[in-house]
């Protein structure tokens, strides 16, 4: 283990490597209304819309949010049809375009362990973003600068883009004393052709695929073809990456530092084998710091 600035990356990477960014854009998602009857105030983060034209939403507070109950916003109202559970409620829009309506009157969702606010919410989208549909940034992309992508180029390395809209599940904590018994709940990610055809290429001169993120890695193991490359395409996946499980396509990845009892940690543990724990330790003793604003490590599967 050594220890670097993000600006080293093209020094520590090959140049027949291919970086694969996560361009998924911070929705903004959390919105503050009333109930209709009381007055009460509610907070209602939009987490997705579904194929029926209702959203699902995260509700604070959700105990009193029966079908029904309408909330109130600022020239707009939803009605709750299904829920709560799990403190999430399904609700439907009196407007004909939700998404017009978050990005006009939402905010950015932050972490819940960030206090304050930022006087700059575009701190908390990557470089990368381009379509909306996260309710919480792919972090380790937030490391990336106009400079480190220049340095990038210099040196020959690629870049391929996917996208995985982050959901609350991905840094929601595991409840259970066996990680086998975790339920990951799915989101949706897409691998165009472009990034299909870029880790083919990859593969053909002898590079390796590095993964910015662990939405990255989802969305290309999700995808794997069998043979070291991907398959084009969309839809849901709720791939749970855990000690023991093969990785088919991802050899480098570049993370953030995680909380126990993450999801994102198992995924590290099953990326790495046990050598994470010394890992975390040393990035204990040397000061690192964790989470979303936090420092990154650039990890490299054994037999890469």
């Not at 870049?159 to 018994?181: C, G, K, Q």
């Not at 695929?209 to 084009?232: C, H």
Request: charged share 25%; proline share 6%.
């Amino acid at each position: 283990m050594s220890d670097h600035t993000f600006l080293e990356l093209a020094d520590l990477l090959q140049p027949e490597d291919l970086l694969v960014v996560n361009e998924t854009k911070v929705r903004r998602a959390r919105i503050h209304g009333v109930r209709r009857e009381t007055g009460g105030g509610v907070e209602l983060l939009f987490l997705e819309p579904l194929a029926d034209g209702t959203w699902e939403a995260l509700a604070r507070p959700a105990r009193r949010l029966r079908p029904g109950v309408i909330i109130d916003f600022d020239g707009f109202e939803v009605n709750v049809e299904r829920g709560p559970e799990d403190g999430r409620v399904i609700v439907g829009f009196d407007v004909a375009d939700p998404e017009r309506v978050l990005a006009e009157r939402g905010t950015i969702p932050l972490p819940p362990y960030f206090s304050g606010t930022l006087h700059d919410p575009g701190r908390y989208q990557t470089m990368f973003a381009t379509t909306p549909g996260s309710v919480a940034a792919p972090t380790a992309g937030l490391h990336f600068t106009d400079e480190v992508m220049a340095a990038l180029a210099h040196r020959g390395i690629g870049v391929a883009r996917v996208d995985l809209h982050v959901s609350l599940d991905t840094f929601r904590p595991m409840s259970v004393a066996d990680i086998e018994d975790h339920v990951m709940h799915s989101e949706w990610c897409s691998l165009p052709e472009s990034a299909a055809a870029a880790i083919g290429e990859t593969r053909r001169r002898g590079g390796r695929v590095v993964a910015v993120g662990t939405t990255v890695v989802r969305t290309l193991e999700s995808r794997a073809d069998g043979r070291g490359g991907v398959r084009p395409g969309a839809g849901k996946t709720d791939l749970f990456l855990r000690p023991g499980d093969r990785f088919e396509v991802v050899d480098v990845l570049v993370t953030n530092f995680h909380l126990p009892g993450s999801t994102l940690l198992v995924l590290l543990a099953a990326f790495m084998g046990a050598c994470w724990r010394v890992a975390y330790e040393t990035a204990l003793e040397r000061g690192y710091r964790f989470l979303s604003f936090g420092d990154a490590m650039l990890a490299v599967r054994r037999g890469s």
